[in-house]
């Protein structure tokens, strides 16, 4: 953590530490087959655009993302966007070709570092013990490579187990806590587990400790494991808050950029990914998340400047699925959790100053006298068929500003279970 001092209004005679503060955005490299330079130029600069200083990239253990990471590492250094290497472990890897993919990006300006050591991430690799860990960063550290380690072990949730990762990996120097959703339950995630991680990591390492901020969970890939929804109706609103109120890390993660099947993409929805067979049936351009990227960006500037900034352009973010929870589909099954998201259109308001904000749909209405900032507000479902939300902005009885949805809920007519928000905004 590198403290930086902030001056406080101009000629006043106050100081401020404030933490240094970094977000990165999850990045499946495996989707990135058939990218181009343009496709990571895309990418990179969009996600600049909104205060994010660099992907860690999910990396499994495919010939083509060897030459993806060099295009990557190449564009990085010329937008000047950071990168760091997340080895995806429910993949079968061998320590030395991960020590290779290392060492061939070292030395790269858009490497990211800690505390002046590589910062290496994963995706679980608990099942991967110790010696393995402690031999792959001696292999590192033999060829001149110090790295900072800091993994997201799965099987570490529970907050009662965190004083048994330091005890089970002495390797390890940071901790990332993939842990975004609820766990099966129909209740909000608390902070409990990024607490007790981030305490023990305080206690004995030198590492980071990175927390996962994410819009969604939903995947529906045709088999039970691999078929569930967890409750995110308001999560991209208040774990942003846990993030900045509760815990301040000293890295956000949003999980994800890309990661298409389980529908927390923040990213477009690059048209020249191989979806597979089933995603597209939930992720097609009726589901995009694009302006999921306007309630990141105002929470990105919070969290780095330790205050919230000022809105200048009023809007408000909204989304909902296209079916009420217990509609019957022609395909598949319910997903696992599927009774617990609220049949309702969320809106998430970001505004300049106080205004009412009202939302539409069918015979159903709700509004909320919303503050300067950000606030959220909900209408349920209606019962009639085929309606879409109406979403309006007024001060003093004038509209200021108003819009519609561009899907209909249906109350039939449902061809797969999909429980994939549509985003959209009025601005
Ligand atoms: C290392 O980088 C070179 C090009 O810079 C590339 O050809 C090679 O495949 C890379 N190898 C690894 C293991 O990343
Ligand atoms: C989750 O939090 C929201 C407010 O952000 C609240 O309206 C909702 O009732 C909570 N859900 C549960 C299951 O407690
Ligand atoms: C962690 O604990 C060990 C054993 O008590 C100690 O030797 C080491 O200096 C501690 N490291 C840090 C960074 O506090
Ligand atoms: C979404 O959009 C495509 C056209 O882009 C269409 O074929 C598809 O049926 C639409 N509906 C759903 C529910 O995915
Ligand atoms: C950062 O916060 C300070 C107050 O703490 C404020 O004066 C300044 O405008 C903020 N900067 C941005 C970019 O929001
Ligand atoms: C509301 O609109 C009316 C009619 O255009 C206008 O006369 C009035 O000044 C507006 N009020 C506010 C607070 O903008």
Redesign the pocket.
């Given at each position: 953590m590198v403290p930086i001092l902030a001056l406080l209004g101009a000629g006043a005679v106050m100081f401020r530490v404030v933490e240094a503060a970094s977000v990165f955005s999850h990045f499946m490299v495996q989707n990135s087959y058939s990218y181009a330079e343009s496709d990571w130029q895309n990418d990179m600069t969009t996600a600049a655009s909104i205060g994010i200083d660099g992907f860690a990239l999910n990396i499994a253990a495919a010939d083509y993302e060897v030459g993806q990471l060099v295009t990557a590492f190449s564009v990085a250094e010329q937008l000047g966007f950071k990168l760091f290497l997340s080895f995806d472990m429910s993949y079968t890897w061998e320590s030395s070709d991960m020590v290779s993919i290392v060492q061939n990006h070292s030395d790269s300006s858009a490497m990211y570092t800690w505390n002046n050591a590589v910062l290496v991430s994963t995706y679980a690799g608990d099942n991967y013990d110790d010696s393995f860990w402690s031999g792959f960063k001696s292999s590192l550290s033999s060829e001149g490579i110090t790295i900072s380690l800091a993994p997201a072990f799965t099987d570490y949730r529970d907050p009662s187990l965190a004083d048994s990762l330091l005890s089970d990996f002495s390797s390890i120097d940071g901790f990332f806590n993939w842990w975004s959703w609820p766990d099966d339950v129909d209740a909000n995630l608390t902070t409990a587990t990024d607490l007790a991680y981030q305490a023990v990591i305080k206690s004995n390492r030198t590492g980071p400790y990175i927390m996962s901020v994410s819009p969604w969970q939903f995947k529906n890939l045709g088999t039970s494991d691999t078929d569930w929804v967890e409750l995110s109706d308001t999560l991209w609103y208040y774990r942003w808050l846990q993030a900045i109120q509760d815990v301040n890390p000293d890295i956000v993660e949003i999980v994800t950029w890309n990661d298409y099947a389980e529908s927390h993409y923040i990213g477009d929805i690059n048209p020249n990914v191989n979806l597979g067979d089933l995603a597209?049936?939930?992720v097609?351009?009726?589901?995009t998340h694009a302006s999921w990227r306007n309630v990141a960006q105002y929470f990105i500037s919070w969290y780095k400047n330790g205050s919230a900034p000022t809105v200048t352009n009023d809007q408000v973010v909204f989304w909902y699925r296209?079916w009420p929870k217990a509609t019957s589909c022609s395909t598949g099954s319910p997903p696992r959790n599927s009774d617990f998201p609220v049949d309702a259109v969320f809106a998430l308001s970001l505004l300049s100053s106080e205004a009412t904000v009202g939302l539409y749909i069918g015979s159903n209405s709700f509004s909320w006298d919303a503050p300067a900032g950000a606030s959220m507000g909900s209408v349920p479902f209606p019962s009639e068929d085929s309606q879409i939300p109406y979403i309006a902005i007024s001060r003093d009885g004038n509209t200021t500003k108003s819009g519609y949805g561009s899907?209909y809920v249906q109350q039939s007519d449902?061809?797969?279970y999909?429980f994939n928000p549509y985003v959209g905004i009025v601005e």
């Open positions: 597209p049936n939930y097609n351009s009726n589901f296209g899907l449902c061809s797969y999909n």
